[in-house]
């Protein structure tokens, strides 16, 4: 049997840093908030809530319940919540990705200039909503170009194009050629994909394109693992989305089958390692 990780897989800084701060809070008191789920993994998610960290959804209801610190996961939110937590004297620790915060000034710059925005992204993620809080006016939400082309854009009119940081990379590169094919010099274009995201795209293309079978280990409701899921699938049809070695599709292997292993951002090493070794196991 053989097992080929592809060279960039598992955590990326921003989710490692945030599930760090959760732990060191933790090991000193016994709980903390999390905005949101802190990473889209559930392994991780269960195993932090045994160490005392609760997950609030909706801060407005839980506002005068909290006796304990917030995390700001690494998606990020927007000014009003920054805002409520000041305005209620709540500490929090704010652990968005620098890359995200990157986007909020961005975004923030450009739209007090008069600048409508463009985020390409999915609307429901929740990096794309809290970059949203942070512009001022008018913003259009795209997740393909085909929702570009909808858009109506006025040449005459002043935009700002930002794009989600786990987003799929070759769709971001068919917007920016479209709007350089159509002379939309009206727009100013960032390309704020995080460099992890892109590295982990192309690896685990690399990986695919030699793999009889493929696993993509992350959670379900991710983002950037079903990235990788959809990459993987144009390469290898038999690519499987798991979010543990529970659910290895043991009938598809044998001695014999060439095995390309990647992993989501939101993905910790020792979940990586349980499935590669019950994997080996199985031979």
Not at 118 to 124: E, P
Not at 243 to 256: A, C, M, V
Request: glycine share 6%; with cysteine.
């Amino acid at each position: 049997m053989e097992i080929k990780k592809a060279e960039h897989m598992g955590f990326c800084f921003g989710v490692k840093n945030a599930v760090d701060c959760a732990v060191k809070v933790l090991d000193e008191h016994s709980k903390i908030y999390s905005y949101g789920e802190i990473i889209h993994n559930r392994d991780v998610v269960e195993r932090l809530a045994d160490k005392g960290l609760v997950v609030i959804e909706n801060l407005e209801d839980s506002i005068d319940k909290i006796d304990a610190k917030i995390l700001i996961r690494s998606h990020g939110v927007g000014r009003k919540i920054i805002e409520l937590l000041n305005d209620n004297n709540i500490e929090y620790i704010d652990a968005t990705c620098p890359k995200v915060k990157s986007i909020h000034r961005i975004v923030n710059k450009y739209s007090s200039q008069g600048y409508e925005i463009i985020v390409v992204g999915d609307s429901s993620h929740p990096e794309v909503i809290g970059i949203a809080g942070w512009i001022e006016g008018k913003y259009h939400i795209a997740d393909s170009l085909d929702e570009i082309k909808a858009l109506d854009i006025d040449k005459d009119k002043k935009y700002c194009l930002v794009c989600q940081t786990t987003f799929n990379n070759n769709i971001f590169k068919e917007v920016v050629e479209f709007l350089k094919k159509n002379d939309y010099t009206n727009i100013v274009t960032n390309n704020t994909i995080c460099d992890a995201t892109i590295k982990r795209q192309e690896s685990c293309s690399d990986v695919a394109e030699n793999s009889d079978i493929v696993l993509v280990i992350g959670g379900k409701n991710s983002s950037n693992t079903k990235k990788l899921y959809e990459l993987c699938k144009e390469k290898c049809d038999k690519t499987f989305l798991i979010e543990n070695y529970k659910e290895i599709p043991y009938k598809y292997i044998d001695k014999n089958t060439k095995i390309g292993i990647t992993a989501g951002a939101s993905t910790p090493d020792w979940v990586i390692e349980e499935v590669i070794q019950n994997v080996r196991e199985s031979e």
